[in-house]
C-alpha cells in the first residue's frame, strides 16, 4: 500500500489564487519529487528534490524537502487555469530499500466554478 | 519527439487473453521502470531494470506478468491470462540513475478487461 500521505485529497483554486499542498511519511526520504498528472496521460516531472531543508522553484511552483526528511511542500503561486490536475508527490527511501519510487495519493486540484 | 515512448496507448482484451506492451525509453537512459495506475490513486511499483538485468521486482508482479529487456533498449511487460483485476494503466519510466535520479514517464497503456 501507500506509505505517503497527500493533503488535501482535492482543492478548488481560483485563478490568481496561491496554493499548497504537502506529503507527509512515516518513514524517512532521501529524494523527493512532484509530479502532475493530466487525464489519460503520464505524470510531470516538476520540480525534484535530493537535501533535507532544500527550497527548489521552476516558474510558479515552490517545493521544499522537509528537516525532518519525513515531509515535503508544494506551492503554486497566482494559478491559472492550466494548473487543473492530479499532483503526486514520490519519495524514494535509498539504494538500501532500492530504486523504486513511492508515490502519495494525489492531490486533485480543480477550478471553483 | 524523445522522450519514454509507450505502445499500444488503448488496449481492450477479454479475460483470459494474454497481452504484451512495449515501452521504448530515452535513448541515453540505462534505467527503466514499470508501474501500474488504478483510477484515483498513484502509480505503484512492479518492476526495474538497470540496462537488461532486471534488478527488482514488486510482490504486485504475479506470475501472470513477465517484463523484459533484453538489449536493455526497449522493454515489453506481458500479462498472461489477463483477469478483469488487471485493468490499469500501466505506465514505464527511465532515468540515468545516480544519485540524484529522475524518472520520465511515458503517456501509459490503458488495459481494460472484459
Known amino acids: 500500500g501507500q506509505q505517503l500521505n497527500q493533503s488535501p485529497q482535492s482543492m478548488f483554486i481560483q485563478e490568481g489564487e496561491d496554493v499548497s499542498m504537502n506529503c507527509t511519511s512515516s518513514?524517512?526520504?532521501?529524494?523527493w519529487l512532484w509530479y502532475k498528472q493530466d487525464p489519460g496521460e503520464g505524470p510531470v516531472l516538476l520540480i525534484a528534490?535530493?537535501?533535507?531543508?532544500e527550497l527548489t522553484s521552476n516558474g510558479r511552483l515552490t517545493a521544499q524537502f522537509g528537516t525532518t526528511r519525513k515531509d515535503s511542500f508544494l506551492n503554486i503561486s497566482a494559478s491559472i487555469p492550466s494548473d487543473v490536475g492530479i499532483y503526486f508527490c514520490?519519495?524514494?527511501?535509498?539504494?538500501?530499500?532500492?530504486?523504486?519510487?513511492?508515490f502519495g495519493g494525489g492531490t486533485r486540484v480543480l477550478v471553483k466554478p | 519527439d524523445t522522450g519514454v515512448s509507450q505502445d499500444p496507448r488503448h488496449k481492450i482484451t477479454k479475460r483470459g487473453q494474454n497481452v504484451t506492451f512495449r515501452c521504448d525509453p530515452i535513448?541515453?537512459?540505462?534505467?527503466l521502470y514499470w508501474y501500474r495506475q488504478t483510477l484515483g490513486q498513484g502509480p505503484e511499483f512492479l518492476t526495474y531494470?538497470?540496462?537488461?538485468?532486471?534488478?527488482?521486482k514488486s510482490r504486485l508482479l504475479s506470475d501472470r506478468f513477465s517484463a523484459e529487456r533484453p538489449k536493455g533498449s526497449f522493454s515489453t511487460l506481458e500479462i498472461q491470462r489477463t483477469e478483469q483485476g488487471d485493468s490499469a494503466m500501466y505506465l514505464c519510466?527511465?532515468?540515468?540513475?545516480?544519485?540524484?535520479?529522475?524518472?520520465?514517464f511515458g503517456s501509459g497503456t490503458q488495459l481494460s478487461v472484459l
Open positions: 519510466a527511465s532515468s540515468l540513475g545516480g544519485g540524484q535520479e529522475k524518472l520520465f
Open positions: 518513514s524517512i526520504f532521501n529524494t
Open positions: 528534490l535530493y537535501k533535507a531543508g
Open positions: 514520490a519519495g524514494r527511501t535509498g539504494e538500501a530499500a532500492g530504486n523504486k519510487l513511492t
Open positions: 535513448s541515453e537512459h540505462n534505467r
Open positions: 531494470f538497470q540496462n537488461e538485468a532486471q534488478l527488482e
